[in-house]
C-alpha cells in the first residue's frame, strides 16, 4: 500500500530556532494533512492543503503541498517550548472514495531546549 | 461545545478481562476510527466504520473488537485474545462522505494491563 516517509525522525533544537520538516511518498497523494501531538493527548490538525503548489500558513506554521504531489513541507519559525510533540503528515489513499482510512507517516518527534 | 470524547483517560486491567473503550462524538460525522499507538511510534489503524451498523478491520483487528449501533458511538472492545493490549488508544471521526478527507482526534486512553 501507500506509505509516507517522515524525515528527521526526530530533532532537538534551540528555542527560537526554525524548523523544516518533511513528507515524501512514491505515489501522489491529492490531499496533505498536518497534525501535532502533544505528550499524551490525541493529534490535533495543523494545516490542510488540497492542490498542488499550495502554500497556507497557520501562525508560526507553514506547510507546502509539492508540485509533484508526491511530497510536502512543514515549517516553523522562532520555535517555542510549546512546540514540543510529534508532527504527523497524513493524506487519503489513491483508492480513497470518502471517508477511507488516512495513510499516516511515523511522525517527527520535536525536541525544543530553552 | 462539539467534540470527540473518549472515556476513561486512565484505564487499569488484569491480564485475561476483557475492557470496552468508549468513544463519543457529537459533530454528526458518519466515519468513525480507532488506533493504537505504542511509546515512540505512529498510528496504526485497528477498526473503522463509514456509517451506522458497518465496519471494517484496519491493519490490527486482532484481539478487538467494535460495534457501531448509533452514529455517535464507536465502543472498542480489547479482549483477552490480544496478546500484549497495554497501548495509547485513539478514537477519531470524519465528515460525511465525499467532504474533505480530514479527521478530528479525541484525547486518548491509556490502557495498562497489568
Known amino acids: 500500500g501507500q506509505q509516507l516517509n517522515q524525515s528527521p525522525q526526530s530533532m532537538f533544537i534551540q528555542e527560537g530556532e526554525d524548523v523544516s520538516m518533511n513528507c515524501t511518498s512514491s505515489?501522489?497523494?491529492?490531499?496533505w494533512l498536518w497534525y501535532k501531538q502533544d505528550p499524551g493527548e490525541g493529534p490535533v490538525l495543523l494545516i490542510a492543503?488540497?492542490?498542488?503548489?499550495e502554500l497556507t500558513s497557520n501562525g508560526r506554521l507553514t506547510a507546502q503541498f509539492g508540485i509533484t504531489r508526491k511530497d510536502s513541507f512543514l515549517n516553523i519559525s522562532a520555535s517555542i517550548p510549546s512546540d514540543v510533540g510529534i508532527y504527523f503528515c497524513?493524506?487519503?489513499?489513491?483508492?480513497?472514495?470518502?471517508?477511507?482510512?488516512?495513510?499516516f507517516g511515523k511522525g517527527t518527534r520535536l525536541s525544543v531546549i530553552a | 461545545d462539539g467534540g470527540i470524547t473518549q472515556s476513561p483517560k486512565y484505564l487499569f486491567r488484569k491480564e485475561g478481562q476483557n475492557v470496552t473503550l468508549s468513544c463519543e462524538q457529537n459533530l454528526n460525522h458518519d466515519a468513525m476510527y480507532w488506533y493504537r499507538q505504542d511509546p515512540g511510534q505512529g498510528l496504526r489503524l485497528i477498526y473503522y466504520?463509514?456509517?451506522?451498523?458497518?465496519?471494517q478491520k484496519g491493519d490490527i483487528a486482532e484481539g478487538y473488537s467494535v460495534s457501531r449501533e448509533k452514529k455517535e458511538s464507536f465502543p472498542l472492545t480489547v479482549t483477552s485474545a490480544q496478546k500484549n493490549p497495554t497501548a495509547f488508544y485513539l478514537c477519531a471521526s470524519s465528515p460525511e462522505r465525499g467532504a474533505r478527507n480530514e479527521q478530528f482526534f479525541g484525547p486518548g486512553t491509556r490502557l495498562t494491563v497489568l
Open positions: 497524513a493524506g487519503p489513499p489513491r483508492e480513497d472514495s470518502g471517508n477511507t482510512p488516512l495513510v
Open positions: 466504520s463509514q456509517i451506522v451498523n458497518d465496519f
Open positions: 492543503l488540497y492542490k498542488a503548489g
Open positions: 505515489s501522489i497523494f491529492n490531499t
